[in-house]
């Protein structure tokens, strides 16, 4: 009697994993439906609002548009035309572009270092750390909307009224140099002593004379690696500290390697950041340029062209960080 029993449930036992199998299908299915469900306003409106704006966008990049007696436009397919306009025959394109990889190139090493640096110590226990997250986040909501659009306003009125010759472009005011050279002198002298190169001393520079930007930018990146340092298991910290390791050696060999896909997610949404900001060089020439004769087909290749730039340097980003980052299993 016991052998047939053993044999029944052997033979039952396929049967009941097949059953959990269909079980997870169907409930995988109802989550995917209901995923469906809840992104399909973004893309009805997509569809009917965005993809054909997007079709018209890219249709007049390569047309030129001629004015008809009695109101109306004419478009003339040029081609190319625009594109090697904007390449090749218009310099301070060019040139706004380079400036924008290099403050690109700038930004991100910057922010997304003193974004992780602020999270390990806002992730410390301590008296009043929800305060200390307020702070360090209440640029981020000063920064946006229409008091960023106020604050541009603001400072380009203060940079024309310290103008002493408004064509030669001088400026009458030092206040904003002095800080400069204070800022620049101080670190110079701290790096002095310790021997380092000339190229990293500029960048020390710079990022101590736009810490205010830095901040700015830091907010969400913050968060999002506050995030993922609190959903690090607190047990993993224990066993290291019984095992005897520093705190710099859990850093390295635990915190930066389970926090890196944070660090991929903050480095990709900084350089969309920083291309997207209104006071980008190339966005700031591109809206000049709409307002031209010619510049609405001009500067819409103007905007493919970046938007492809933008494109082409996350793929080399992501490839870059994802040869190095680390996924904890869930096993």
Not at 88 to 117: G, R, Y
Not at 147 to 176: F, K, P, R, W, Y
Request: aromatic share 12%; charged share 15%; net charge positive.
């Amino acid at each position: 009697m016991d052998k047939a029993k053993k044999i029944n449930i052997a033979e039952d036992a396929p049967a009941a994993v097949k059953v959990k199998k269909r079980k997870s299908k169907s409930l995988d299915r109802k989550k995917g439906r209901l995923g469906w469900f809840f992104i399909a306003p973004f893309l009805i409106g997509f569809v009917l609002i965005y993809l054909p704006m997007i079709v018209d966008s890219i249709y007049f990049s390569f047309v030129k548009i001629e004015a008809v007696r009695g109101g109306g436009y004419n478009p003339i397919w040029v081609g190319l035309r625009n594109y090697s306009y904007a390449l090749l025959e218009d310099e301070s394109f060019s040139t706004k572009l380079i400036e924008s990889l290099k403050q690109l190139a700038f930004n991100i090493p910057a922010i997304v270092i003193f974004s992780l640096f602020m999270a390990v110590l806002l992730n410390q226990k301590m008296k009043g750390r929800a305060v200390f997250r307020a702070i360090f986040f209440i640029p981020v909501i000063v920064s946006t909307g229409i008091v960023e659009s106020i604050e541009v306003q603001n400072s380009l009125a203060e940079a024309q009224s310290q103008m002493t010759d408004i064509s030669s472009g001088t400026m009458s005011s030092s206040s904003s140099v002095g800080n400069e050279l204070i800022s620049i002198l101080q670190v110079e002298r701290f790096f002095s002593g310790m021997k380092v190169g000339n190229q990293l001393l500029t960048y020390v520079v710079a990022v101590v004379t736009e810490v205010y930007s830095i901040i700015n930018k830091a907010g969400v990146q913050m968060l999002i690696f506050l995030a993922g340092l609190q959903s690090i298991s607190p047990a993993i910290y224990e066993s290291c500290k019984i095992e005897g390791a520093s705190s710099w050696e859990i850093f390295w060999k635990i915190t930066f390697p389970m926090i890196s896909p944070m660090i991929f997610v903050n480095t990709i949404y900084t350089v969309i950041d920083s291309f997207t900001s209104q006071s980008n060089t190339v966005i700031v020439y591109i809206n000049e340029i709409y307002g031209k004769a010619e510049g609405n087909v001009r500067s819409t290749a103007m905007s493919w062209i970046y938007f492809m730039l933008v494109l082409l340097i996350l793929a080399l980003v992501a490839a870059i960080l994802s040869a190095y980052i680390f996924y904890q299993r869930r096993d």
